[in-house]
Structure formats: C-alpha cells, structure tokens
C-alpha cells in the first residue's frame, strides 16, 4: 500500500488477438472501442461514468474466471481479452431475451422505430420469438414539458438519469427503484428544456422530444451537420430535414450535448424570402452611401469577412454592439498576458478541480459553460465559487461558494482577486507595488466582497491542480472594463489558472478577430440584423432579406477557439452578402470561397471551407473545423488606479435572458416565441418598486425603453430584478451597455 | 454447530433424509436453528446454500417465497438487466410450479435464467439468489417433478407461514453499526452524493467522523480482499457529508423524521458523545423527546476534547453534531455533571434512560514510583482535552506552554496514544517516544497502517517490545525511566508466543512528561450504589450485549460504558440498537427486538464474510486508491486535516471496484 499518487501508466492489452495501448484508469471497452473493436453495449453512454446496468458488454479474460463488464472495469496491463466466444453470446442473447420480456409491440408507430438500440440489437441476436412473459403492470404516459416518457418502453438502462446529473445538472430524473416496477421519475415534475439532453441519449422510444412524436419516421429525415447558432458555444448538431422544414435537431450525444435553445429552437429560418432586384439595387447603393455598417453578430466569419472587405473599400465605419466591448476587452487583456487568446476551454472546464466564475449569470449566459462545470462539480468535486451580484439558485447545487458583490464594483472585486490569487506568486514590480498600493479595507466595504470570503476561497483552491477561471458578459462593456481586463490578464499570467473568456453572442469572437471595428456608429448606416437606415434582416421585416444561420454554409468561432463549419439545411430564395459584395466589386463565387482568406494574422488558417472535417472519432476527440492559434502580441506593464467604484441604490434591472430564449432568433421559434416578457425580481424588489405580481410596467433603462409583466420569483433574494432583451432586436444600446442599471419607472 | 435435517450450506452437503438416529450428521455452521428462545426455525435459506431444520418443510413454496422475498428486496434495487427482469421471471416461475400449472419446460426456463443470473448479475444478491433454489431443485428434484406431473399445489401452498427475510454484505455484517456500505459506495459511483449520505445516515449519523477516523472494521470483510486489496470503505463516506456540507444543503435524512410526537414520553441521555449523539439521532427521527445531559461545555465527547483537530477537523464533526441537535425534540443541556443523585432523579422523571458517557479516566501503567500527582505524569484523556479545548475552541491555554521543547514519553498502542505522540509534535516536543509492549504488526493491527505509517513520518521514535519498570523523579518532577525490553519467544508447542524479558534489555531514557495512554475506564461513581448494577469484570454496565439495557429496568448503556474504551463506529452501533429498543420501551414497557434486529444477530453469528471464497466474474488487479495526504512539513507543525480525501476521480475509480456483495438470507418460522 502506498501513500503517494501514483501517476497513470501505460497500459497494453491484447483484444482478440490485437495489441491496443491505452492508460492505467482506461476501461477495456474505452481501449476496445478506440481500436475500432466492436463490444456490443446497451447502456454504455461514452460521455458519462460507466452505469453498468445492461450487463452486455461481458467479455472474456484470460485466467480470469468469469465474466468481465468490460464498460466499467480497468485494464490490466498485458490482459488478454476476447470479446466474442460461444458462451459470450449465450449469455448476450438471454439478456437481449430478458430485455424484450413484455416489450411492447409498437414499432410500428413508436418514434424510435429504425433507429433503436433494443431492435438493433434484438435483430444481431436473432431473438425470433419471445421465450419469457411475466404479469404486467399498467403504466402511464408522463409528459414532462418538451419531452414525455412512456415507461412501458422503458428498459432501465438509466442514461437519462446520469445525464440529468452529470452533464446537465438539472437533477431533475431518478430512478424509482423497485424491482421489475422501476421506473424514471421526476419527482419534482421539472420541465425544463435541457430534459431534451437525457430524452437525445435514450436508446429507445421511452423518452422522446413531445413535438416531434408522431410526427415523422426516422429514416425519412435527411440529416444535416452543422453548428447551433444561439450562442459562442456553436455546438455541433443536425438538423434534420423533410419536405423543407426541420423536424427536429439532433446531436452527436455519444460525446457531446446541446443545450435547450440549441435542442428545440431550430425554427428560425427566413422563410418567405424572395429575389426582389429592385430592392437588391436599393440595397447595394445603401452600402456605397453608408457612413456605418452596423451589424450583430450572430454572422458567419466569412460574412464578418466580407463587411470587412467592404469596409476597407469603402472607409465606412463599422460596428457591431456585441463584439466591440469584447474585442476591446480581450485586446486590454492581452497587452498583460501577451496572447491574443484566453488561455481555457470547455474541456479546461470540466476538468479542472476549481472554478471561479466572475461577471456573468453563466447558467442563462451560456447553458454549455453551465453544463462543463456541472461535469466538473459532479466528477471532480471541483469548487465552484460563484460571484456575482444575484444569487443563481439554478446553480446552487454546483456552486459551493456564493460570493455576492455590489453591481457596478467589479474592477474593484478584480482587484481584490487579484490581490488574493496572486498573494504568494512571483509577480513583476509593477504588479506588486500596484497590489501594495490598494486600499484592501475600502474596496471590501465599497464591493462587499469580505477579506474572509476571499481567504475562505483560497483555502478552497489551496492544492488544487486544475484551475478554471470563467469570465462574462457583465464585465466587457463596464465602463472599466479593460482596467478589469488587465487585472483579470495579470491573474492569467502569473496564476495556475486557465482563462476563459466567454464570447458574448455566437460569433463575438470570430468577429472581434476578423474586423477592425468602430465604436460608434454614424450618419447614414446600413444594419445587418441591427438598426439602420437600410435594414438586412435575417428575421425578415427589414428592408432586404438575409439567410438565417440554418439556411447558410460558412464557419463561426466557438467558445473553444475553433472555427467550425456549418451547412445550409433549409433552401433560401433570396440574396446574399456576397451577392451584394460581387455588385460592389468583390469578386467569390460562394460566400464559403472567403473560408480560405480568414486572417492568418489573427490565427485563422487558410482552409478551404470543404476541406473542413466534422466529427467525433471513436475515443471522443472532436475534428470540427479547427482550432485558432494565439498569437504573441508585446506585453505591457502598467495597471491604473482603481476609480471610486460606482453604486447603483434603489432598485437595479440586469439585462439577462433565460437559457432557453437566448435571442431574437430563439424568439421566433415554436419552441420559444413568447409573447409576454417578463420582469422577474424578488418579493423585495417587487416591494421597493411598488410592484404586484403580474402588474405590467413600463421603464427606461440605459435608455431603452421596455413594457414587461413583473414576475415575483420567490427563489430570488435583493433588488435587483431579471430582465429579459430577446425581444428588443434593433436596439444598440443593449448590447454596447453595462448590463445592470437603474431602473426608471414611467407612468 | 447446528441440528440440521438438510443442508448444503457453503459447499456442505447434509442429507439426513434417510439415516438412521445414530447416522444423523450435524451442519458446522452456526445456521439459527432456533429463531428466538421460544421459536425454532423451520429453515434457512441464503446466499450460499439452503438448509432444512424440519422433516416437513415445502421446499417448492420455500424456494418460490425465497424468489419472492428476492422481489421484495428489488423495491430497492432492480437496476441491472438479468436482476429486474430474471427475478421476477424465477419467481413468476416457481409460483406457477408451487400452485400446480407448471411445466418440466419451467424447470429448463428456471435453469437458463439462473445461469445468466448467476453469470452477468450487477450485484452479488443477483449472482447467489439462484443458488440455493438450485440446490431445491437437484436434491428434491422428486418434488418439482411431483407438483408438475400432478399438476398440483405444493403441500403447504394456502398456509399461513412466517418468512422472515434480511438483506446484509460481509461489509454492513461486520460494521458494528451496520451501515449499508454498499449503498453509500453506489451513491458515490453514481455520483448521487445526497443518496449516498442517506444511505449512511440509516445507521450512523456521525458520517463526517466516521469517513475520517473509523478503524474500519468493515475492510476486514470485504471481498474485494479475496481478488486483490480491500475497497477503500471508510474515506469513501466522507463524500456525500462534505458534498452535503460544501453545498450547503438541507440536512439529508434517511427519511421524513416523524412530526414531534408530544405526547408527554421523554428520553434522557447522559453524555453528549458519539453513542449519546446517536441514540439522540434515531429516538428524533421517531418524533421521541430526548435531553442530552453533558459534563463538558462542549458536545461530542472524546472525539471533539479527544481526537485531534488534524485527524477530525471540529467544523466537520460540528455537522454532526448540529445535525443531530437541529433535531426539534432534541435539548441539550451542556455544563451538567450527572452524579449519582442527580441520576437518580432523571430516573424518575424519564420514561428511559440511556448512559453514554464513556470512558474517561487513564489507567496507570503499573510501573514502580507511579504517582499520579507528580511532576510530568500526565493522563492520555487529561493532555488531550487540553490540546484540543486549546485548538478547537480557544479555551484554557496552549498544551506547548508545557510541551515545547521536553521529551515526551508515552506509553501506548492503541488510537488514544497515537493521538498523544502525533500532538505531541505538533506542540514542539523535543523528543517523542512511544513505547510498546508488543511489536510493528500489532501496532497496525490496533490502529491502522496510515496512522502508524504517519506518526513515524512526523519524527515519532516507536519502542517495540518495551515497558516501563520505574519511573524516576526528583522530588516533585519526573526525571527518567527505567524500560525492560522483551522478546517474542515462540511457544514449541505451537501455542501463542509468549513475550519473555531480555536480561540485556533493560536502559534509562530521560524524561520530561510520561503519558499513560494504556487504557481507560468508565467513571462508575455516577450509579447510585443502591441500585447495585451489574457490572462487568472490567468493570462497564454490563448488558446482554443485544437490547442494552442494564440490570435495571428503563436504564439502559451504550458505547464505551457499555463496552469498555472501543470505536466510534462501535458506540454508534450500540447506540442506535439501544435507540431502537427504547423507542418501543417507553411505550410498551417491554425489551424487544425487531425481525430485522434478530436476523442481524443470527447472520453476525453465522459469519457472513468468507475469507476462502473464490472470486469470479472480476478483474484482479486493480490496486486500492490511496488519498493524498499532506506532506510530512506541511503537517507536523500544524492542525491542517492531513488526509485531503479522494479527488473525484479518485472517489468514483474506488467506488467502481466494490463488487456490490448483498447477500438475502431467510428464515421460515
């Protein structure tokens, strides 16, 4: 028995006669599978823990007696496994017996029919006739929101359940047990649309998407690869296609999720866009009158490319609300650590053993951020300290510190995190006498942001190997941000922690790192799915009709700093950018021809759009597109002094949408579309605003004016409420603002 | 020993069908041939065999019922293909041949189904329920095939007949307190941490403490053992009770704790440690009114003033203990010396009375010039209540006030001396010693290998083979000693080796401060000599071991008062015996236990470890994951918790070796 860890060793195993290497820890299916060696599995799901329920992966090793579960136990070095042999297959076959005890007979209608594990599986061993019936119970339909389950289809293979835990977190599925009458439950009857997660991963018709059942056999669906549009996690997913409508969206779930605007808001296409010449002349003189190209940017790189073209062409300003805090931000951020890239990504998330998130409402900000530190709290035990001015009781079952600071003080809680992480790290001069210089006392009691929290959260990290340190939203567009940029720069660099800095819409990065962008717009300016004089809109209802992201070929950049593909899944019958490019002296045949040309400066390659892979191999690595490289850019030293940090009394609104209706684009689909937003805040802040539930109320905020019904959310505690801007398109303000601010009531 | 007239218990194979009275062969096993003093058991049918006590029993309606109970026990489980669905196919199958509609092709279903039962089961119940109805259906093969012939009801099919049933593990069935180990370690492979600390928390509230500083016991008894190295059991109970306290989560019950029932029956508790914190526990769950009476300003006895904070962090084992006192028909009454008078009113004014107060007063070591008043002569119980008053709650003054810089002796073996040479370190003693009657293997066997391990990293100097003859002193302090040495001189015989003075052995060693920390005793100067209770010849309350009551009605004893100075887990699982058999006390005025109590008497005594089992159907090979400790110099110096736990990863590699080992075992009455 030893004390100390022992480092993961190489193993070598030899399966059916073949050589595999693997790493000590690594199961032999793990080791099969990545080999390309076929162990048939019903229950196995690669991307959670092993849950060993289906007993099919059973396989033979040498000197051992036995049967071996392949799926959860580890290699041994130098095993010698057989995956098939005449007992194997006895034992399989009664299990695959076992499981269609009872089965129902529907196949013909069920939703799974043709892509089903258990008729897959029952066909590869020939079970013809049913051997075993016992009494049966009846067992009722449940529906719950976006998916249902019919328990009588159910064979308790219990993926589902890990995936509620381990990815998503909602924890909303357990198992009732109870012998042969187990079943699923949700007992506390969640209908929230990332249940979409555990109904993608069920092998059979028992947990399916409510929308889509009955609606569609499933090899008539033509399947398209491409990238989810909501937000900078653009995850990889199909849309699946019939007759020029999506049916339904699907992923590759083996090693990947999607969220629940990305699983059911796939709706949003333009749909009665036409060829209107006339408008398409108005639509290329706009362009050469424009003073401003303003645009959003939910945009493809290659578009981005393009205005950027014309830009240079045509010496317009050019502007995008979304992207610019950002780029400024990660500009500022690199003058410390010298990269033009954060450091972290997804992967660096659900890894790490502690996470810090500053600055965003993570869980309705980015669902995929959410569901890594999940992975991470869930697997690692990793400490999740949480700061942010609104407790999250969405999160509470990841967060294991709350730390609440005043809105408005983040470059003070920068500093004192700063202050704090890098308390006994080798830092340069400048760095030091700029810590030594702070006011400790005072920016505790302006933030709220107490010294023993900020001990409690050192202790927690002390030891601690992988660090994870998640910066939002909230911070890109504070009137201090690139002081808080720098601070959060200097954490990178002279910490263990890995950034990420989390795009603030699909393709902020992209955008920030392919266009020169301006602040401000004026004069006469062309919008791009924003306010303009001249409106392209994506929506429809603008001037001139764009494609949305579901009906378009080009890439975006995510979250992970890849640049990935994505295909055109519903027809389009209007024009395009390029077309008004061509007519403005571009010349590319497909926007797509632009994939090649992205800069290289900035860390794009030059790739040709289809020579782009995109898929998971057989151990899990992801071949999408690929990755940006960081590029050096000279490092500065110097730190301003903090501001008085500014206090917001009285009642504060958060702009913040919920996960589910991310956007203007989620907000046009069946899924989603609401036509009623709502102010959420607490019984508090409904009691210093004078404010009933279900009362409506019109204010002004930064100067966007919003009508929204108040909501009391009792799970929320102080004055600051939720406020929801899917509705609010055109408005620039939103998105080049700080997201908290008063609250001014009209009557 | 039993009388048996069939079995085919752990490979024996008894049929007694057709001897003769002097032929008749008895089982070597303890098998309960007699349920209760005053029920016989009609058989017994388990995990590993089957075996009849009366010429008459149904053995097709007992293998049916023994399927059947297999169902029942799956209300928990069900969780793996060939468990749900060929459970419920074995007894859908045995009760189609007991009431008289089988076929000989059910006897062939009934094979098959057993055999990928046996083969590919997630859990041992799944594996071993087939067993024994297989061993029915050779050796009574006749009467399957009488029923299925005649197409008739097996003999005693409508009667009424009492089958009692219990789930164990080698594991839970070795745990003094009987945890469901295996349920906690799927809680912790499930990554379902709340389900784990419920699982716990059904027999041992203290999971905190207990997934830090248990002895383990339980690891004696793992199967795991058998294959390669026993599964980490202990560390991996911390999970679910840091999970609930890192989350900040409503405290997990093992289920609803019952409305307060005030209905004017109260319980008094004497001592606010592990055993008077347990039954406090399980009597609220029931709604029972309970006051805690407890000498010291603090609550939790030795494992708060006793058990170091680098070993037991007080913030933890305050989880404990607030989950417990959170109870609402808890009071706790704190600064309160129980003395003899002062128990006999509590005796009058409560309906039961539990003592718990412990062990606490050293044992001399029995050298020559031991005086317990001089210089230097420092009780085990005495420095580490001051350590630790001093560390956890800032009370009294720093034990290196007379520690730092003097050569500690102590003389040991057991946790209590571990825990004084380990602070002794950390107070800045110049120079520890541990002296020791016995040898490094006992050592560890007493303790455990990490603490040993541990307490030498940390510069402790270990004496073997060593006690003290004199102690000498200067009038008023201890100066040095005089220490004989031994050897372990093997008896020819084969009998036990005998340790035999060396004549050479015998050096002086300088001394500033000798601790005993041999052993401990209760305080027995509480009990009202009156009631003239009995005692044992150690000189604890004596009880018969089962209910815990005393030789006087309504007074009960549980933990080291009980038993003599032992574990945690040990007062834990007395404790809430104790609890369990009071809850019913105060009501009915009777000493009684529950079926599922019975059954755990008889399984304890049957033994439901075996060391010689062969494993099948799991890889050896996996090594036992160790949890990281802090370095030596980032330790001694400081109270810092030395062992960091499992990382996540580590936590759920370890869960996934436990092999799952439930066993159902029943008796028809």
């Not at chain 1, 529907?106 to 029919?113: L, N, Q």
């Not at chain 1, 945009?299 to 317009?316: G, H, M, R, S, V």
């Not at chain 1, 590029?631 to 940090?645: C, H, N, R, T, V």
Request: with cysteine; proline share 3%; glycine share 6%.
């Amino acid at each position: 028995m030893s004390i100390q860890r022992q480092e993961k060793k190489p193993v070598t195993i030899t399966i059916d006669g073949k050589e595999c290497m693997g790493s000590q820890g690594e199961t032999i299916l793990k080791i099969a599978r990545a080999n390309g060696i076929y162990i048939p599995t019903m229950c196995y799901l690669s991307k959670v823990e092993p849950i060993a329920s289906c007993r099919m992966c059973v396989v033979e090793v040498e000197g051992v007696e036995g049967m071996i579960l392949s799926c959860q136990e580890k290699a041994v070095d130098g095993a010698v496994v057989k995956t098939s042999s005449k007992d194997l297959y006895t034992q399989r076959q009664n299990i695959m017996k076992l499981y269609n005890v009872n089965h129902p007979l529907e196949c013909g209608v069920c939703d799974k029919s043709g892509e089903c594990d258990l008729q897959n599986k029952t066909l590869e061993f020939g079970i013809s006739q049913q051997s075993f019936t016992t009494r049966e119970s009846h067992k009722k339909v449940e529906n719950w929101g976006y998916v249902s389950y019919d328990p009588a289809l159910c064979i308790m293979c219990e993926k589902c359940v890990r995936v509620s835990n381990e990815i998503t977190g909602n924890e909303a599925l357990s198992i009732s047990v109870g012998g042969y009458k187990s079943t699923i439950v949700n007992s506390k009857n969640f209908t929230c649309a990332s249940l979409g997660e555990s109904a993608a991963v069920c092998p059979v018709g028992a947990l399916v998407n409510s929308d889509f059942k009955y609606t569609s056999n499933a090899w008539e669906l033509k399947r398209i690869p491409a990238s989810c549009a909501h937000c900078s996690s653009v995850c990889s997913l199909n849309y699946e296609v019939k007759n020029d409508k999506i049916y339904r969206v699907t992923n590759n779930f083996e090693f990947s999720s999607l969220c629940g605007a990305g699983r059911f808001g796939f709706d949003f296409e333009n749909r009665n866009a036409v060829k209107d010449f006339e408008i398409f002349r108005e639509a290329v003189s706009a362009f050469k009158r424009a003073d401003t190209v303003r645009f959003s940017a939910v945009i493809t790189n290659e578009e981005a490319l393009i205005l950027q073209k014309l830009k240079d062409k045509y010496k317009y300003k050019l502007v995008c609300d979304e992207a610019y805090g950002y780029q400024q931000f990660l500009k500022a951020y690199g003058s410390i650590t010298g990269e033009t890239l954060y450091s972290g990504d997804l992967n660096s998330i659900k890894e790490s053993s502690a996470v810090i998130v500053f600055g965003s409402r993570i869980n309705d900000d980015n669902p995929m951020v959410k569901y890594h530190i999940t992975m991470a709290s869930k697997r690692n035990r990793a400490r999740v300290a949480y700061l942010h001015p609104i407790e999250d009781s969405n999160i509470g079952n990841i967060v294991t510190q709350f730390i609440k600071y005043e809105a408005g003080s983040e470059e003070g809680v920068a500093a004192l995190l700063a202050n704090t992480l890098l308390s006994s790290r080798e830092i340069s001069p400048e760095l030091k006498s700029f810590l030594d210089n702070l006011d400790i006392g005072n920016l505790s009691a302006e933030s709220s942001v107490g010294e023993e929290e900020l001990t409690a959260l050192l202790k927690s990290i002390d030891k601690k190997d992988r660090l994870t340190f998640v910066v939002g939203n909230d911070i890109y567009n504070h009137p201090r941000a690139k002081e808080i940029a720098k601070l959060l720069g200097a954490i990178d660099k002279y910490s263990d922690f890995s950034f990420v800095i989390v795009p603030p819409a699909t393709n902020a990065l992209g955008v920030s790192l392919i266009c020169s962008l301006d602040e401000k717009a004026e004069g006469y300016t062309v919008g791009f799915n924003s306010k303009g004089n001249f409106e392209l809109s994506s929506l429809g209802g603008g001037d001139m009709d764009m494609p949305a992201l579901n009906q378009q070929e080009g890439t975006l950049t995510n979250i992970d700093k890849r640049v990935v593909p994505t295909n055109v899944a519903l027809n389009y019958n209007g024009y395009v950018l390029n077309d008004i490019a061509n007519e403005l002296g571009l010349n590319a045949e497909y926007t797509i021809d632009y994939t090649s040309d992205l800069p290289v400066k900035s860390g794009f390659r030059s790739e040709v759009f289809d020579d782009l892979p995109s898929y998971f191999d057989n151990s899990g690595f992801e071949h999408r597109g690929y990755l940006l490289t960081s590029k050096s850019m000279k490092a500065a030293q110097g730190f301003d002094d903090i501001e008085e940090l500014p206090t917001f009394d009285g009642a504060i609104v958060y702009n913040c949408n919920e996960n589910i209706n991310m956007n203007i684009f989620t907000n046009v689909t069946k899924a989603f579309k609401s036509d009623v937003v709502y102010l959420k805040g607490s019984p508090q802040f409904a009691n210093i605003v004078k404010l009933k539930d279900g009362e409506e109320i019109i204010f002004s905020a930064n100067g966007t004016k919003y009508k929204r019904v108040f909501k009391i959310d009792e799970s929320m505690k102080g004055t600051i409420a939720l406020n929801p801007t899917f509705d609010m398109d055109l408005h620039a303000s939103l998105n080049s603002s700080y997201r908290f601010s008063h609250l001014n009531r009209e009557q | 020993m039993a009388n048996v007239f069939f079995s085919t218990w752990q490979g024996e194979l008894i049929d007694n069908r057709n001897k003769k009275e002097d032929e008749l062969q008895a089982s070597a096993f303890s098998l309960p041939e007699n349920y209760t003093s005053d029920k016989s058991s009609k058989a017994f049918i388990g995990w590993d065999g089957v075996a009849l006590f009366d010429k008459d029993v149904d053995v097709v309606r007992l293998a049916m019922e023994y399927a059947a109970q297999y169902q029942i026990y799956s209300e928990a489980c069900g969780r793996c293909t060939p468990g749900r669905w060929g459970g419920r196919i074995l007894y859908d199958l045995l009760d189609k041949i007991a009431r008289g509609e089988g076929s000989h092709d059910d006897i062939a279903h009934l094979k098959e189904v057993s055999s990928t039962m046996m083969i590919t089961s997630k859990c041992e119940i799944g594996k071993t329920v087939p067993k024994p109805i297989l061993d029915l259906m050779e050796h009574f093969a006749a009467d399957f095939n009488d029923l299925i012939d005649n197409q008739k009801a097996s003999r005693h099919y409508n009667e009424e007949i009492n089958y009692i049933a219990k789930v164990t593990a080698p594991c839970t069935d070795m745990c003094p307190s009987h945890v469901d180990i295996p349920a906690y370690i799927e809680g912790v492979r499930d990554m379902q941490f709340s389900e784990s600390l419920g699982a716990t928390r059904q027999t041992m509230p203290l999971a905190h403490t207990c997934g830090r500083v248990c002895p383990h016991p339980c690891e004696d008894a793992c199967r795991r053992a058998n294959l390669d190295s026993p599964i980490s059991i202990m560390e991996l109970k911390r999970l679910g009770a840091d999970y609930e306290t890192d989350h900040g989560l409503p405290w997990q019950h093992p289920f609803e704790p019952k409305e307060p029932k005030n209905d004017g029956k109260k319980v008094a508790i004497i001592g606010a440690g592990p055993a008077g914190l347990t039954a406090a526990y399980y009597l609220a769950l029931e709604g029972i009114q309970v006051d805690i009476f407890e000498e010291l300003p603090v609550l939790g006895g030795e494992v708060a003033v006793g058990v170091p904070q680098y070993r037991m962090p007080i913030e933890k084992y305050n989880k404990d203990i607030v989950l417990v006192t959170s109870m609402p028909t808890v009071n706790v009454i704190t600064n309160h010396r129980v003395d003899a008078a002062r128990l006999k009113e509590i005796d009058s004014e409560y309906d039961a009375t539990l003592l718990a107060f412990g062990t606490r007063l050293s044992k001399k070591i029995g050298a020559a010039n031991e005086k317990m008043d001089m210089g230097g002569y420092w009780g085990a119980i005495a420095m580490l209540d001051k350590v630790n008053l001093w560390h956890k709650y800032s009370t009294g003054s720093p034990a290196s006030n007379e520690l730092k810089d003097k050569v500690v002796v102590c003389v040991g073996g057991g946790f209590t001396s571990m825990d004084v040479v380990r602070c002794s370190i950390r107070e800045g003693a110049s120079r520890v010693v541990m002296l020791y009657r016995r040898d490094e293997k006992t050592i560890i066997g007493n303790t455990t290998y990490e603490e040993y391990h541990e307490a030498v990293e940390e510069g402790v100097e270990f004496i073997f083979h060593s006690a003290i003859e004199e102690i000498f002193d200067d009038g008023k302090n201890i100066t040095k000693l005089k220490i004989n040495q031994y050897e372990l001189v093997p008896d020819p015989n084969g009998g036990r080796a005998q340790l035999v003075k060396r004549e050479d052995g015998d050096f002086e060693m300088e001394c500033d401060y000798l601790i005993p920390a041999v052993s401990q005793s209760a305080d027995l100067q509480l009990l009202p000599a009156e009631w003239e209770l009995a005692l044992t010849s150690w000189e604890t309350l004596l009880t018969n071991g089962k209910d815990y009551m005393t030789s006087r009605p309504g007074l009960f004893a549980a933990g080291d008062c009980e038993y003599g100075p032992m574990t945690i887990v040990n007062a834990v699982g007395q404790a809430k015996r104790a609890a369990s058999v009071i809850s019913k006390y105060i009501y009915d005025g009777k000493v009684s236990l529950s079926d599922d109590e019975i059954m755990e008497d008889h399984l304890k005594k049957l033994k439901v470890y075996n060391k010689k089992e062969k494993i099948t159907g799991w890889m050896p090979g996996l090594p036992r994951v160790v949890s990281q400790k802090l370095e030596v110099d980032e330790r001694k110096d400081n109270n810092k918790e030395v062992n960091m736990g499992f990382t996540g990863e580590e936590a759920v590699d370890e869960a996934q070796r436990c092999m799952r080992c439930y066993y159902i075992s029943m008796v028809a009455v």
